[in-house]
């Protein structure tokens, strides 16, 4: 099978790696650099465990493909503190135990960091998508939590407190 020689910027810093085609940006990410933060659950587009940002948004890394992932900028759960200062999201996940075991915890932190800018930003949620496009999408309430943040799941069932922490750093 083929290889590649890629650069990849994560976290904004360059990493020069060869991987076989094949290699998604998740394996990549935790095999060949090492940053094993973002975790593999399902592998298959499901759990949303492997959650990073590419170029700001939410995607899936197990199906992305390394090499496909060349020039853009992916970060990851190692990106989002500031120094010693957690993410305000980060942060509010340890206040309110948004987490239970804490696999799932980087993928929905990263997933969470997006969702508040998306909203911020006025971009509906795929549910409210055609509702009241000329209005803006609804408040970011306990329902609006869970529907943008339904494509990550926790096996604990820890949703009421990751809701909770996920509103606290919104507001
Ligand atoms: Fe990628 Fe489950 S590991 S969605």
């Known amino acids: 099978t083929k290889s590649s020689a890629i650069s990849l910027r994560v976290n ?12 998604t940006l998740l394996d990549a990410l935790r095999e060949h650099i090492d940053l094993t933060g973002t975790k593999k659950g399902c592998d298959q587009g ?3 465990a492997c959650t990073v940002l590419l170029d700001g948004r939410r995607a899936n890394s197990c199906l992305q493909l390394a090499v496909a992932a060349e020039g853009r900028a992916v970060t990851t759960i ?16 340890l206040d ?7 696999y799932c915890t980087p993928g929905q932190v990263c997933s969470a960091v997006a969702v508040i800018e998306e909203h911020a930003a006025g971009w509906p949620s795929a549910a409210t998508a055609d509702i009241r ?14 529907e943008r943040m339904s494509g990550n799941l926790c096996r604990c069932g820890a949703y009421v407190s990751i809701v ?8």
């Open 164 to 171: 909770r922490a996920v509103a606290e750093a919104a507001a």
């Open 133 to 146: 496009p000329e209005t803006g999408p609804p408040p970011l309430d306990d329902n609006e939590i869970r």
């Open 96 to 102: 309110f135990d948004g987490y239970q075991c804490g």
């Open 46 to 48: 499901q759990c949303g």
């Open 12 to 23: 904004g810093e360059t990493h020069s790696l060869t991987v076989d085609n094949r290699t």
């Open 78 to 93: 190692e990106g989002m503190a500031d120094g010693e200062r957690l993410h305000p999201v980060q942060q509010a996940f």
